[in-house]
């Protein structure tokens, strides 16, 4: 593991052994290697090149063909993410209904641009895909939570919430 | 079993859940105990109502009354009210300021001009319940066409319904099962693309939180037709409470003999993995969504050979979405002829849209083809919001166009669609008003056609890119003579050239703008104006000195000293230095500082 990522320390040989579970778990099935990653994924928070080579090893294809795959899907992330995600719905209803300047405001808040990560681990802000809350527009996520029918004005009290 | 006098649904879909509908499912269930009718009144989960602008949604039956945008602390008082003393709470109620108290949810403006079969049992039971599904005629179709259809009578009546694909392309999904049938092969696949990619539209996603048995009754129809034995259905991973449900689906299917070995006790076997999809728009194209289940980046491949004859892992394939495959049962059920009946002379059936932007009632509505685009924003939307005036509809996402309002009264189906310069696509339909500046709309969708676009051949890889390049400078005020025409040459060479339906149909938002908004592009490159005022570096900031207190606020509230002034100096922006955050006019006490467009 490289030495930067604070939040991993510890736990990397526990982790290293589930992974290998889940690899074998997947071996048999056809096209395995989105799932695994999928998994991979949620195990490690990301996918730094470590684990995409213990992927490719395990599953016996070669590191560029993980790699590959890992960089082509927006989902596979190479860098760190924070504790809190906030993610920015892009879809055209939310865009339409002003999601540039909430994006905008979060990063003016934040002191991030897209796809950063604070360098407390706390924040990471993304501006995603359509997420289908298309009635609620515009739309932000911090983990599991949904904020919709937002204004810019409403962004600080919501960083606010997850900082305490 | 059971019975209970009364119902309460609780719609379940994403946009209620983020607004808090479980906790309001649990608050149902204590404030039932504490009146002590838990055993008279049942409390159900169900998928999405459509209505999604006025959620989170209970609707009681047996009245059918529709309470909408309710919270936690309302549950009490529509249990003691409502359900202990029979009286609607009015205020709760759908309609503008109560007035609708007595309508039912079917007469109610949003639903009286839709038809519902895709849709039919979203809102109505619970997506959780195999048992509920089963009820409402559920695997009935699979029964039937098991025990008493040959594969080819179902592909004939499928083929007679004039069922078309409902995921944009509009091919007939009958003769594409006629295709894969024909091939000789051990193995074949059926798939189901729910790979829903179009930024505003939700209907699959909605179909599989609310509906989920629907998806592995026709799938497996579909297998028992083509000879297929294995499906799969791919499906984005930004959808978990659809990924989780179709999950439960799947396991009480198998649990019920209704997928497995010897399927109602016939010899015909069928099975069903989820694949999920990681994000690749072009994965949502036929041949890429193939490579993806593969386990390769999502690229797509030259067609022919068709997926009918060589698709996944090179055997017969077909692929259709979850919308397509909610109309099969109800087409076995009721006959090719009843299909047939409902819609255009080619366009049979309805279509579900997912209506947002700026529109009273987003959320998703399926209406017969055929109603026309003013129905749809008028009476099913409810019109404008703060009295706006309408812009342009667009459907079709990053490959489609943007419908303007001398085109309101078009009958809505694939070919008219097609014929206005925009298409069918998924059915995502967002409407624009005069706040919104179409130039900038086409620079969004090529942002994210250049962003999403595989790499795979170059018309898509550089071509799009290019013209992403014109519309940024264009928007920024630097566009140039000429540049327009660029515009056009670039999306008929790369509309030609492309390698997939991605490729070729990414330059449908400028077309389409420059044929019916070429004006504001004009304004833009000829008089660097932004008629809709949305394009910031085409707008200015300025200080009015009449109602200008001289308080010096907006200089001390400027990030970028770019106001100057004192008590007896009026304050001024220098237009050089301003960054338009609009900070300054956010803070001015005395609203003296305007957008100058």
């Known amino acids: 593991m490289s030495t930067n990522n604070c939040c991993c320390c510890g736990q990397v040989d526990e982790r290293d052994e589930k992974l290998q579970e889940i690899i074998k778990k997947h071996k048999e099935t056809k096209g395995a290697l989105i799932p695994v990653l999928h998994e991979a994924q949620e195990l490690y928070g990301y996918l730094p090149i470590e684990v995409q080579k213990m992927v490719a090893e395990g599953l016996g294809v070669s590191l560029s063909e993980v790699y590959g795959v890992v960089t082509f899907y927006t989902q596979f992330s190479l860098n760190p993410k924070g504790k809190y995600k906030i993610q920015v719905c892009m879809g055209t209803a939310c865009y339409v209904k002003g999601a540039g300047q909430i994006l905008d405001k979060l990063k003016e808040k934040l002191g991030l641009d897209v796809d950063q990560c604070s360098e407390d681990g706390l924040f990471s802000l993304e501006a995603c895909r359509c997420i289908g809350a298309c009635g609620l527009a515009p739309v932000i996520t911090v983990n599991e939570d949904v904020y919709g029918r937002i204004g810019p004005d409403d962004v600080e009290g919501i960083i606010k919430k997850y900082k305490e | ?597």
């Open chain 2, 1 to 597: 079993m059971q019975l209970y006098r009364s119902h309460v649904l609780v719609c379940g879909g994403t946009g209620c859940t983020a607004s808090k509908s479980d906790k309001i499912i649990t608050e149902f269930e204590t404030q039932l105990e504490n009146s002590k009718i838990q055993d008279e009144v049942k409390v159900v989960l169900t998928g999405c109502f459509g209505l999604c602008a006025e959620g989170p949604i209970v609707v009681v039956y047996p009245e059918g009354s529709m309470y909408t945008m309710v919270t936690v602390e309302d549950v009490k008082e529509i249990v003691e009210e409502h359900l202990v003393k029979g009286r609607l709470v009015k205020r709760l109620l759908h309609g503008e300021d109560g007035d609708n108290s007595d309508k039912s949810l079917d007469s109610a403006d949003f639903f009286k001009k839709q038809l519902r079969i895709a849709l039919r049992n979203c809102g109505v039971i619970n997506p959780e319940s195999i048992e509920e599904y089963i009820a409402f005629d559920g695997y009935k179709a699979l029964g039937k066409v098991l025990t008493e259809m040959k594969p080819q009578e179902v592909i004939d009546t499928i083929k007679d319904s004039g069922l078309r694909g409902r995921g944009g392309g509009g091919f007939p999904t009958g003769i594409k099962w006629d295709f894969a049938a024909k091939q000789q092969n051990d193995q074949k696949y059926v798939c189901c693309n729910a790979d829903e990619g179009d930024p505003g539209a939700f209907m699959d996603r909605s179909i599989l939180e609310g509906d989920p048995h629907c998806l592995i009754e026709a799938m497996a129809i579909a297998g028992y037709a083509i000879g297929a034995n294995q499906g799969y259905v791919y499906v984005r991973a930004e959808y978990p409470i659809a990924v989780n449900r179709l999950k439960i689906a799947i396991e009480d299917a198998k649990k019920y003999g209704l997928l497995g070995k010897d399927i109602l006790g016939t010899d015909f076997e069928f099975d069903l993995e989820i694949r999920l999809g990681a994000g690749a728009f072009v994965c949502g194209e036929e041949t890429a969504l193939m490579t993806s289940i593969e386990g390769y980046r999502g690229e797509p491949r030259p067609r022919p050979p068709f997926p009918a004859v060589k698709g996944l892992w090179q055997k017969p394939t077909i692929l259709n979405n979850v919308e397509t495959y909610a109309n099969i049962p109800q087409i076995i059920l009721k006959g090719a002829q009843w299909f047939s009946e409902i819609g255009t002379e080619k366009s049979k059936g309805t279509k579900v849209f997912a209506v947002g932007g700026k529109i009273n009632n987003t959320g998703l509505v399926e209406i017969p083809m055929g109603t026309t685009l003013r129905e749809v924003v008028y009476e099913i939307g409810g019109g404008i919001p703060n009295g706006k005036k309408y812009k342009a509809a667009q459907t079709g996402g990053p490959s489609g166009g943007c419908i303007p309002a001398s085109h309101l009264d078009t009958p809505v189906d694939y070919d008219s669609l097609i014929q206005l310069g925009s298409m069918m696509g998924s059915g995502g339909l967002i409407v624009m008003d005069e706040d919104t500046c179409m130039v900038d709309i086409a620079k969004f969708f090529l942002e994210f056609t250049v962003d999403e676009s595989c790499g795979k051949c170059p018309p898509c890889r550089i071509g799009t890119k290019r013209m992403f390049e014109i519309l940024e400078r264009i928007t920024g005020g630097k566009g140039e003579e000429g540049d327009v025409e660029k515009l056009e040459i670039l999306a008929k060479n790369i509309k030609a050239s492309a390698l997939c339906g991605l490729g070729q149909t990414a330059p449908n938002p400028v077309i389409s703008t420059l044929t019916y908004f070429r004006d504001e592009y004009t304004a833009h490159v000829k008089d660097r104006k932004c008629p809709a005022g949305v394009c910031k570096s085409m707008m200015q900031y300025v200080i009015s000195t009449e109602p200008c207190k001289n308080c010096g606020i907006c200089a001390r509230q400027c990030p970028v000293d770019a106001i100057s002034g004192d008590k007896k100096t009026p304050y001024v922006i220098d237009q050089e230095k301003c960054v338009k955050c609009g900070i300054c006019m956010e803070k001015c006490p005395f609203k003296a500082i305007f957008k100058n467009v």
